[in-house]
């Protein structure tokens, strides 16, 4: 069953029943303001942190779905009949149904906008929320027209539900929340403020003056109402009231008088700031219905120069679709809002995970060179100077030029933290953080050309400053001391698997990881001159001999072992005989046969594949065991024990493409795409645009049931699996490599990709049928070596190029 379209046209995804079972979110937001939105209206918003800078409450997981949002109500003011232009919170019964006179919804989300619409009793409305580039505001941008052929008095309500700003707080200690703020009404304008923190407010206004308001949230909605039926949108008229404590909201209601065939238009401004300094010249701003549509228009142009970096046409209508628009939204999502906030995390941690950032900046670069290297740096800063990277942190704590906010005494003792207590010792490391960082430095270095960039000296998390270069030696370094006697990585907290705890064992997984981030460095060390090139490729020989001789099981590579010295992950095993995470590693890190990369993806597919992607593990652990970690705790096919876990999925499309199958490696892409799971909504349950972060596997009852959209490093890896793998088109230091690795039945496909200044048009012709193998190569119509990089061209040039496979 579908709910929705892609429309490939507008670059968006049309909901075209708004009672999908599960809320489908967007992010709107590209700054500091970000707002959580589903197609339904609900989520929430915050100013920079989903911890701390909280503007709108949310009720997470709660009865009904996706309850507060940010809601416009029409109110009929002829018979007191009330709708809301999204579908929810009023919930009319639906046309769609059969419902004689029913309501007609869609929601459309978009890159970084979402649009409401509903016709109901010949009233059209539409509600487009953004978030503009430079402003911390939300605009909605609200249209009513009058399609019956009687004039139309209608009551048209804004309302928001106002968060205090930490959310420990707001959810935990309601003696702050409810009696530390309060809301005033004055020019329009409703403000939220926090009398004790008095650089904290937040605002919402409209276009045109109001006829009535409300900011508390119980004058609005009343006693024993909720969203669904306001006691001030029934009556057409809010109570004029606010007041220093209780439950903040900011409700506007106007009253608009519709001719026949007559539209109006009004503005709803959410925002962040106090109403004198921000507020009013907010809403003068955006009361000109002309800044209005040049924001959108310059939102769009913001999205599409970031597609216009990289597009693809390819004869894969859903992986067009997808990395075109939809891969790249999320991955840039994950880059620029992190891993907390959406409807499953909802924002009670802050900063960044050292593991999930350090991957996903890998991704964007392209597209998003600024926040890259801005995360880049605040990774390089959370490193420890023995290596390894603090798992989970603040940047802000470690940035010289972060902002800090007045101390004021608070009447609850909080014991104050020193920069010391940050920095956790080798009992909280996780054995992989720190390798991530280094691929990702040198694929930013490729990307911008930036080679100065290894030589700028960042400080490690505990002050000392070396430089970039040397960040990236201590990280291999760490790695390198923290084997065991057979010369297997040790297994610390945890590795990329946050559930397989192999403190005291040992891990395949890192020792990978730690060849791959070696081979990395190895790739700028080495046309650099650097002086430790030797002792690097003697680190790498000395990995692969271990890998060959300790951790091939037969016929895929095992696990690793426990601090009891049991192995893991071999076919000898009961349970866990064989996992996903690490068979690609060897493949990708360059350290083993293409007999045992093509032996472990074939026992990939065979014990792990099914039709919604590869499972985790198999078979499920049933037996909980603590030396192999908490994944033994998990019930079978759900999360890290036998679910489809989405991220991983990626790796194996990647060692395929290296190993010349690209019939397999799309073969693996499609299994888990969500694109192709839009007319299977009754199993998915997750919106098909969005990557989530596992599926249920076949050992459970839900199999097929997809969890925990958005928040995932799947997007990232998948974009960089597609773009640079399968359709081949990599940057290295001195020149673009042109590889691709694509199913035999293709013809070809085109790539328009901008790197480093220039734009290079590259189309791949497939005469024979073959997967892999350029065996011809124009630039700009002059044949060159097809083994051979193509080198750089100055800025701005339009470079042709035609690879031929063959
Ligand atoms: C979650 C974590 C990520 C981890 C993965 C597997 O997605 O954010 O860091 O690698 O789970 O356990």
Same mark, same amino acid.
């Given at each position: ?38 197609? +339904? ?6 100013? @920079? ?11 997470? /997981? ?32 639906? %046309? ?19 649009? *409401? ?46 968060? *205090? ?21 004055? $020019? ?20 045109? !003056? ?9 004058? *609005? ?10 006691? %001030? ?23 608009? &008088? ?18 004198? &300094? ?14 209005? $549509? ?153 990307? !911008?050309? $930036?080679?100065?960039?290894? =030589? ?7 002050? !000392? ?11 291999? =370094? ?153 994944? !033994? ?7 890290? /024990? ?6 991983? /999925? ?29 007319? +299977? ?83 791949? @012709? +497939? ?12 630039? $700009? ?7 051979? #990089?193509?080198?750089?061209? #100055? ?12």
């Amino acid at each position: 069953m579908r709910y929705g379209h892609f429309d490939v046209e507008a670059d968006e995804y049309v909901i075209e029943r708004p009672d999908v079972p599960v809320s489908w979110t967007n992010y709107l937001g590209t700054k500091n303001l970000c707002t959580v939105l589903s197609h +339904n209206a609900g989520g929430y918003s915050y100013c @920079r942190s989903s911890q701390q800078g909280r503007i709108t409450r949310f009720r997470p /997981n709660g009865v009904p779905l996706d309850r507060p949002g940010h809601y416009v109500y029409l109110r009929d003011d002829a018979d007191g009949d009330v709708w809301s232009v999204s579908w929810q919170p009023v919930g009319k019964p639906l %046309a769609a149904d059969g419902v004689p006179d029913g309501a007609e919804y869609t929601a459309a989300h978009g890159l970084g906008y979402t649009r *409401f619409e509903s016709a109901y009793r010949g009233i059209r409305a539409t509600q487009t929320v953004f978030v503009p580039l430079d402003d911390d505001v939300e605009v909605w941008d609200v249209v009513v027209h009058n399609d019956s052929d009687a004039r139309r008095e209608l009551t048209v309500a804004g309302y928001v539900e106002f968060s *205090f700003h930490t959310i420990t707080i707001d959810n935990e200690n309601l003696q702050m929340s409810l009696y530390a703020s309060g809301s005033s009404y004055a $020019d329009g304008i409703i403000e939220e403020d926090f009398h004790y923190e008095p650089w904290t407010f937040h605002f919402f206004a409209s276009s045109r !003056t109001p006829d009535s308001y409300d900011s508390l949230r119980e004058e *609005f909605v009343g006693p024993y109402r909720t969203e669904a039926n306001p006691i %001030a949108v029934e009556r057409g008229h809010g109570s004029n009231r606010s007041g220093t404590t209780q439950n903040q909201c900011g409700a506007l209601l106007h009253k608009v &008088a519709l001719e026949p065939g007559e539209s109006a238009r009004l503005v709803f401004l959410l925002g962040y700031g106090s109403r004198d &300094a921000v507020g009013r010249a907010m809403r003068d701003k955006y009361a000109d219905l002309a800044t209005v $549509d040049a924001e959108r228009a310059r939102l769009r142009a913001h999205w599409r120069a970031k597609q216009d970096r990289l597009r693809i046409r390819t004869p894969h209508e859903g992986m067009d679709t997808m990395i075109n628009t939809w891969t790249l939204l999320q991955a840039e999502t994950c880059v620029q809002w992190s891993r907390f906030a959406s409807f499953v995390e909802v924002g009670g941690r802050n900063g960044l995970g050292f593991r999930d950032t350090a991957q996903d900046v890998m991704s964007v670069i392209h597209s998003n060179p600024t926040k890259t290297r801005q995360r880049i740096l605040e990774l390089l800063r959370a490193q420890t100077e023995a290596g390894y990277g603090l798992h989970l942190f603040d940047p802000a704590a470690f940035d010289p030029d972060a902002p800090r906010l007045p101390d004021v005494p608070s009447p609850t003792i909080v014991p104050t933290r020193s920069r010391g207590d940050l920095i956790h010792g080798l009992a909280d490391t996780c054995s992989d953080d720190h390798l991530w960082l280094v691929p990702s430095v040198v694929e930013y270095v490729k990307e !911008t050309g $930036d080679v100065a960039f290894l =030589d700028e000296v960042v400080p490690f998390a505990e002050g !000392t400053p070396a430089t970039v270069y040397e960040h990236l030696l201590r990280a291999i =370094d760490f790695s390198s001391a923290q084997v065991g006697e057979n010369g297997v990585a040790l297994g610390l907290r945890a590795d990329w698997n946050d559930c397989l705890n192999l403190g005291g064992g040992q891990t395949a997984l890192v020792t990978f990881l730690h060849a791959w981030a070696i081979r990395a460095l190895l790739d700028v060390a080495r046309p650099l001159g650097r002086a430790d090139v030797g002792r690097l490729e003697a680190e790498l020989e000395r990995i692969a001999t271990v890998a060959d001789a300790e951790l091939w099981d037969g016929e895929w590579w095992i696990r690793g072992y426990t601090r009891d010295g049991v192995t893991i992950g071999s076919a000898a095993n009961e349970e866990g005989k064989i996992f996903l995470e690490h068979q690609a590693w060897p493949v990708i890190a360059g350290i083993t046969t293409p007999e045992r990369g093509r032996a472990s993806m074939d026992a990939v597919r065979r014990l792990l594949g099914s039709r919604y992607g590869n499972h985790l593990n198999w078979p499920a652990f049933t037996k909980v065991d603590d030396t192999v970690g908490f994944v !033994t705790r998990v019930y079978p096919g759900i999360k890290e /024990n036998a679910a489809i876990f989405s991220h991983p /999925n990626a790796w194996p499309i990647i060692a395929e493409a290296l190993l010349g199958r690209g019939d397999e490696a799309v073969a693996f892409y499609d299994a888990i795409l969500p694109y192709h799971q839009n007319d +299977n909504v009754e199993v998915r349950g997750a919106e098909p645009y969005a990557y989530v972060q596992f599926i249920y596997g076949r050992d459970h009852e839900q199999f097929g049931k997809a969890q925990n959209p958005w928040l995932t490093g799947t997007a990232g890896w998948m974009y960089t699996a597609v773009t640079k793998y399968v359709l081949g088109v990599r940057p290295g230091l001195d020149g673009l490599v042109v590889d691709p690795s694509i199913p035999r039945d293709w013809d070809g496909f085109e790539m328009q990709r901008v790197w480093r200044g220039a734009t290079y048009t590259i189309e791949v @012709r +497939n005469p024979g049928h073959v997967s892999r193998g350029v065996v011809a190569l124009e630039v $700009d119509g002059a044949p060159q070596d097809p083994a051979a #990089p193509i080198a750089p061209r #100055p800025d701005g040039a339009r470079v042709r190029v035609v690879a031929t496979l063959g």
